[in-house]
Structure formats: structure tokens, C-alpha cells
């Protein structure tokens, strides 16, 4: 049995969240779900936009699946992956639809715990100042996560990303840790890339990047880029990984303009929960509910709007779960 910390949070967190854990239902596996509170709706209600209840509910638990925050998304899930020391953030750019968008499959490897999402602002009397911070020890762990993936996963190049030619001590500091830490992975391809260069070569040439390991607010920047290149934010999911304890979302978020309405995608927290129970040692079903979800896009019939069908989200999970 695994218990389930789930954070459905605001707008279709909540809509995406409910429409996973009907597909993880459907497994023979027995999950214990704990529901915690976090996000605007619970700030509202209870003055606190996280509670020391949710952070505890996530940190005892084996995983927790979190769908979306909205206005407080920096005091709520920026400090769960803090709370919790997931320093990598996963986001896998991967084409569910090959005849339409190619065969594009990269993998992003975020830092998650530095850059400027240390939200170290002040005012000044100009106007405002905001510190990022890049440490030796983050930028080594996080390139040996990376090398380590692609060696495990059988990818045979990393790109690093950054602006070292005008961040020359913080991006300069992470580029030559890259490099120090290429040399123990002599098998693997390395490069890097100015990130705005990466967002130009993403569209013009998506098909040479395999792992891409890139600093907090670059890597974020770059994903949803990556979501635009098959299909849209409804399709990327993403895993946050620590020593000891794993955070699954979608990298969308609480996308106010359409919640309420039951027409979000639930794709990428469903793949969200694949990378879950890859976490949990259950990737044999993980595997099989992404070969559904393949399969259930390519009939098109029962799928949400921005996949050009007309099911609402809890409907394309039910089909999803009745496969
Ligand atoms: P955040 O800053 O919290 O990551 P965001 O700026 O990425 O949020 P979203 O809330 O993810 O913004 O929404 C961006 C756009 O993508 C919106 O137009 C939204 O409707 C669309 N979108 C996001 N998620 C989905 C989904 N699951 N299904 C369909 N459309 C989505």
C-alpha cells in the first residue's frame, strides 16, 4: 500500500486531480489517499496559503500528487519543493502525437531549489532588486542527476543551459560545474547553449536535444516552450525528486480562463501519476497508461477540446480508466 499525499489546489488542479485518481483507481495496486489544503482557495478560508498540516501531510507521505495554484503559487509550491528538498524538477517534452508534431523527446532536468526563485526581492529607492542565487554544491547535484538520467535512460548527449556571457559569476559558476562533472560521463555528448539561443533551437531544431539540465527559472521558461512544441500545456507532466520525497504536477497551472468549465486535459497529470508510480517502483503500469493515453489521442473521439474533441475532462478519464 502507498500513501498518497494529493493536493488538488485551485482552479483545474482540482478538475485534473480528481480525474487521475479515477485512472489510478483502476490499477490493482491499493493507494491510501490523504487530501491537504493548500493554494488561493485556502488562503482565503484559512488565512495561510500552505498550512504546517499540508507540509507535514506531504512529508510523511510516499508521494504526493499536487495539481495547481493560482495568485500563491510561489508561496505554495515553490516552498513544498523547498519543504520537501526535491532539487530536480523533470519535465519530460515528449510528442504524443508523432504524425503531428515529429518525434520530439527530451527530457528537461531543472535545479528547483535556487536561481531567482529564491523570491529574494526588496525595494529600492529606483525601483527593485531580486538576488539569484547559483551555489557549487546545487549546479554539481543537479548535472550529476542529469548525466546520471541519461546514462540510465540510454539518451547519449546533454545540453547545458545559461547566460554565462553577461551572468558571468552565477551562469559562468554552473557552466563550469557542468563541464567538471562531464568529465566522469566520458560516454555522453555534452554542449551548452545561451537560453535564448535554446529557445530559438527548440523550435528550429527540437530533434538534437535529448537531456537538457538548465538552472530554475530558465528550465521553467523552457518547459512550457517544450509543452507549445507537442500540443500545448495539457500535455507535459513533471516530477519533483529529492533524497526523500517525490512531488508529481502538470506543468500547467491553475489556468483561471478555463476552469469550472470541465474541459481541462488531464493528460498531464495522468502522466504526472505515470512518473509517480515510476517513483514507486510500478513503472510496468506507468508504461501501460501511457500507451493508453497514446492510443485514446489517436482515436480522438473521447478527448478534451484542445485535443480537438468535444469530452469533458472527467469523461476522457473514465475512457482512459475504462481501457
Ligand atoms: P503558472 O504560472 O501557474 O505555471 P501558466 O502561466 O503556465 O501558470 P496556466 O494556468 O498553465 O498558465 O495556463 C496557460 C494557458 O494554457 C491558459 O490559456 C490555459 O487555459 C491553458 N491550459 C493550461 N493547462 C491546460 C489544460 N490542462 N488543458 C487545456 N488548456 C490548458
Redesign the pocket.
Known amino acids: 500500500m502507498y500513501n498518497i499525499a494529493v493536493i488538488p489546489g485551485d ?2 488542479g482540482q478538475e ?1 486531480v480528481e480525474a487521475t485518481i479515477t485512472v489510478l483507481d483502476k490499477l490493482p495496486i491499493d493507494f491510501n489517499y490523504t487530501y491537504a489544503q493548500a493554494g488561493d482557495k485556502c488562503n482565503e478560508e484559512q488565512g495561510v496559503p500552505l498550512p504546517e498540516e499540508t507540509i507535514k501531510i506531504a512529508k510523511d507521505a510516499d508521494a504526493v500528487l499536487f495539481g ?3 495568485e500563491t ?1 510561489a508561496d505554495v509550491i515553490v516552498r513544498l519543493r523547498r519543504e520537501l528538498n526535491t532539487f530536480v524538477n523533470l519535465r519530460p517534452v515528449k510528442s504524443m502525437q508523432p504524425e503531428k508534431y515529429g518525434n520530439i523527446d527530451f527530457m528537461i532536468v531543472r535545479e528547483n531549489t535556487e536561481d531567482l526563485y529564491i523570491g529574494d526581492e526588496e525595494e529600492t529607492p529606483e525601483g527593485a532588486i531580486a538576488r539569484k542565487k547559483i551555489t557549487k554544491a546545487a549546479s554539481e547535484k543537479i548535472s550529476e542527476y542529469a548525466f546520471k538520467y541519461a546514462k540510465d535512460t540510454g539518451r547519449n548527449k546533454v545540453t547545458a543551459v545559461h547566460k554565462a556571457n553577461v551572468l558571468k559569476l552565477s551562469d559562468g559558476l554552473f557552466k563550469k560545474t557542468f563541464y567538471e562533472v562531464a568529465e566522469k560521463y566520458p560516454d555522453i555528448e555534452t554542449n551548452d547553449f545561451y537560453v535564448d539561443a535554446t529557445a530559438m533551437y527548440l523550435i528550429t531544431n527540437p530533434l538534437d536535444f535529448e537531456v537538457i539540465v538548465t538552472t530554475n527559472l530558465y528550465g521553467d521558461i523552457l518547459s ?1 516552450e517544450g509543452a507549445g512544441l507537442v500540443g ?3 500535455m507535459i507532466p513533471s516530477a519533483n525528486i529529492g533524497d526523500e520525497n517525490g512531488l508529481f504536477e ?9 476552469a469550472g468549465q470541465g ?4 493528460v ?1 497529470t495522468i502522466l504526472s501519476a505515470c512518473m509517480m508510480l515510476d517513483y514507486l517502483g510500478e513503472s510496468s503500469y506507468a508504461r501501460k497508461i501511457e500507451e493508453i493515453i497514446i492510443e485514446v489521442i489517436q482515436e480522438g473521439t473521447n478527448v ?1 477540446p ?1 485535443l480537438g474533441g468535444t469530452a469533458s475532462t472527467q469523461e476522457m478519464a473514465e475512457y482512459i480508466a475504462s481501457k
Open positions: 482552479g483545474i485534473v495547481a495554484a493560482g503559487a512550457d500545448g500545456l495539457g502538470p506543468v500547467h497551472g491553475s489556468a483561471p480562463d478555463i474541459i481541462a486535459d488531464p498531464a478534451t484542445d
